[in-house]
């Protein structure tokens, strides 16, 4: 039997959020079910519910940045069943500094649009 990853996808962008989705159904169909947040609520309704094996965070969201999501979550980004990425198209680097200096919470800050190909290598 072949595991289906459970993915949740942060971003205050719900154009992002379809065609991401889209694109992970298209790529990776029945070895992914997609969850989606775009706020503080309902990342945390997202983070209560369930267990992600991937998570992908955008940095800038109204309301709660992707680094207050890290910092109230670590505990659940951290753990060895769960692989979390930050999304995002910044191109500061003090973004990329601060994200490579978070082994074991985030494994790599990629750029949008996700390479669901890089992906990939996670999962197969």
Not at 52 to 74: A, C, H, R, S
Not at 82 to 93: N, R
Request: glycine share 4%; hydrophobic share 45%.
């Amino acid at each position: 039997m072949t595991k289906v990853y459970k993915l949740l996808l942060i971003d205050d962008d719900e154009i992002f959020l379809k065609l991401a989705k889209m694109r992970f159904k298209m790529k990776l169909s029945g070895k992914v079910t997609i969850s989606t947040a775009m706020n503080a609520s309902e990342i945390s309704e997202q983070m209560e519910k369930s267990q992600f094996d991937m998570i992908f965070i955008d940095l800038n969201m109204p309301g709660i940045t992707g680094w207050q999501v890290i910092e109230k979550y670590k505990d659940k980004l951290a753990l060895p069943s769960c692989t979390a990425f930050i999304c995002s198209s910044s191109i500061d680097p003090k973004d990329h500094l601060k994200a490579a200096n978070m082994s074991g919470i985030i494994e790599k800050m990629i750029s949008k649009p996700i390479d669901i190909d890089y992906i990939r290598t996670f999962i197969d």
